[in-house]
Nanobody, 124 residues
């Protein structure tokens, strides 16, 4: 079992920044790939970013490339999502996810464990 605890959401103006954190426990950090997904009201849960168990390989959805950065801190068993140049269309509940392999994935069905979600609201 992997437990995930997210933090860092909030309200920010367009052009601002937020950093989301996801603390993982229950398995060796390097054995699990992790990802961030988001879900806006009335929409599907969509892939945002992922990082491999080695924390050396990352992947992003096109709409956040150049603005968001996913990273991992092995000492803290924590993955971060740094979000810069935020836009109103980034408004959603953001979910941290982990999969039982160090190989990253981009589909929500690839992931076995989910956090509770944190709200990000970007005002125009």
């Amino acid at each position: 079992q992997v437990q995930l605890v997210e933090s860092g959401g909030g309200l920010v103006q367009a052009g601002g920044s937020l950093r989301l954190s996801c603390a993982a426990s229950g398995r060796r950090f390097s054995t699990i790939a992790m990802g961030w997904f988001r879900q806006a009201p009335g929409k599907e849960r969509d892939f945002v970013a992922a990082i491999s168990g080695s924390r050396l390989v990352t992947r992003y959805t096109d709409s956040v490339k150049g603005r968001f950065t996913i990273s991992g801190d092995t000492a803290r068993n924590t993955v971060y999502l740094q979000m810069n140049s935020l836009k109103p269309e980034d408004t959603a509940v953001y979910f941290c996810a982990a999969r039982s392999t160090p190989v990253l994935g981009t589909g929500k069905d690839n992931y076995d464990y989910w956090g509770q979600g944190t709200q990000v609201t970007v005002s125009s």
